[in-house]
């Protein structure tokens, strides 16, 4: 049941993603970053461990009292739980912390054989250096079947330049766009019906981050 209410929740997420995916609302709102939805992950994937042997909680006592020293191996499924959680609420403590940066696509949409670029605001904070901006054109695939089937990635294409930023009355506002040859292919299916292509962009840097609190700036 637990198995069952994960995997609908998974769903319906993704569900919800791919609805609010038009060009309409993302120029409205901008792409989110995955940093929210990672914490989110984190939250359903602890939340299994800890639950799945919750129905015998009771009985760990009385097991316990009867010398059956075994039964606290299976501590480890909540134990891992909790150690999963805590870094979901780590990733969400820093996805705060930077604030949301939702990125706003200018070419919408972006084009191989044309170009990929953009801009978003950092609300809460000012970058030491201009950051790297990185996109990458990812295939991903199965290979084999039953337990030997793993997920493979291969990177089609990718680049990595120098984003420009500008101060703004509602924080530091980052540009930068990508030439993207034409012989790529783009997101969906795979041009040889074999998995997915998928885009990714991510951009690294260091930021002076001014805290919520009354603590000195933190990088």
């Known amino acids: 049941m637990?198995?069952?209410?994960?995997?609908?929740?998974?769903?319906?997420?993704?569900?919800?993603?791919?609805?609010?995916s038009s060009a309409s609302k993302i120029a409205k709102q901008g792409i989110p970053s995955n940093e929210r939805h990672s914490a989110k992950f984190y939250y359903w994937f602890g939340g299994i461990f800890i639950l799945i042997i919750s129905p015998l909680y009771p009985a760990f006592v009385e097991q316990l009292q009867k010398g059956h020293q075994g039964i606290l191996l299976l501590l480890l499924f909540p134990l891992i739980g909790l150690c999963i959680v805590m870094a979901g609420l780590r990733q969400r403590r820093r996805y705060k912390t930077i604030g949301a940066t939702?990125?706003?696509?200018?070419?919408?949409?972006?084009?191989?054989?044309?170009?990929?670029?953009?801009?978003?605001?950092?609300?809460?904070g000012n970058w030491v250096t201009a950051p790297k901006m990185q996109l990458s054109c990812v295939h991903s695939y199965s290979r084999g079947s039953g337990d030997d089937r793993t997920t493979e990635r291969t990177i089609l294409w990718q680049q990595e330049i120098i984003s420009w930023s500008r101060q703004t009355q509602k924080g530091t506002e980052t540009r930068?766009?990508?030439?993207?040859?034409?012989?790529?292919?783009?997101?969906?299916?795979?041009?040889?019906?074999r998995g997915d292509i998928g885009w990714r962009l991510t951009c690294e840097g260091t930021a002076t981050i001014a805290e919520r609190s009354q603590?000195?700036?933190t990088r």
């Open 2 to 20: 637990i198995f069952m209410l994960f995997g609908g929740g998974i769903m319906a997420m993704s569900l919800l993603s791919a609805s609010s």
């Open 102 to 124: 939702p990125l706003f696509p200018d070419p919408l949409p972006g084009c191989a054989g044309g170009q990929v670029g953009g801009h978003f605001l950092l609300t809460n």
């Open 176 to 193: 930068f766009v990508f030439d993207v040859p034409a012989e790529l292919p783009a997101s969906g299916g795979s041009p040889d019906n």
């Open 215 to 217: 603590h000195p700036e």
